[in-house]
């Protein structure tokens, strides 16, 4: 879009700077495009089957898609995130949300005002104290929210301590310690407020899926997923539904 665009705008004289180079076969494809004047280069942008990059001014950026998935409950809503290169936190982070709703309709969040907390923080010099305690909660909310969702009766903190170390050691969560009394991140917490302060974005949640806030704690969930992924390289998709069936199993 940016290059299309970028055409234009161009004047006729100009447009022969402008150069687009397709390739596909059984193996791969690719696609480039690019803006050259002489010796100069100051847009490129090339395009690969699960990601892109560009070159601006001599500025490269990557950009990675996950793989689109459905809401659990709400599968009329296909879901991405799209993650850049994020130098200050030293990783791939999600800057975007791309949803499909049904009737055709897309829409795109940014979510950039998740990376700026996270960088205002690691500026600040406390960003290792934090995510220290980050994944923890992350964690430990996820696998009292398990013990929760199986209803099982007379749990005390004993046996919640029981399960938790079960679930770490099958999901294999290295150093990973455990609260009984965490109920939410604070990842979470900052995703929900990025998305509802969305007013377009809520106001195609009531109109096309007629779930509201229901639909936006499956989307906050996912979003934060990925950037705990992004933190801390490790996934925390299945824990939730891990921890249930330990605690029926310990039940």
Known sequence: DLFCKLYELS?????????????????????????????????????????????????????????????????????????????PLCCLFPERLQLSLSGGITFSVDLKNIEETLIAMAEKGNLCDWKEQERKAAIS???NLGIAQAGVTAIDDAIKNKIAAK?????????????????????????????????????????????????????????????HNSLFSEDLSSLVETTKNEAHHQS
Do not use: W
């Open 11 to 87: 004047s006729p004289s100009c447009r022969g700077n402008f150069h687009f180079q397709h390739y596909k076969d059984a193996e791969c494809q690719y696609t480039n495009l690019c803006i050259k004047d002489g010796e100069d280069i100051p847009l490129c942008i090339m395009i690969r089957q699960d990601h892109y990059y560009y070159e601006i001014m001599n500025r490269t950026v990557l950009c990675v898609d996950t793989q689109s998935a459905h809401l659990k409950r709400y599968s009329d809503i296909n879901i991405k995130a799209s993650t850049y290169v994020c130098e």
């Open 141 to 143: 909310s996820r696998i």
């Open 167 to 227: 679930v770490i050691e099958n999901t294999n969560l290295k150093n990973a310690a455990f609260e009984p009394n965490y109920a939410q991140s604070s990842v979470t917490q900052i995703v929900y407020s990025c998305l509802f302060k969305n007013e377009i974005l809520m106001n195609m949640l009531e109109e096309s899926s007629s779930h509201g806030l229901l639909c936006l704690n499956e989307l906050t969930e996912y979003v934060a997923l990925q950037v």
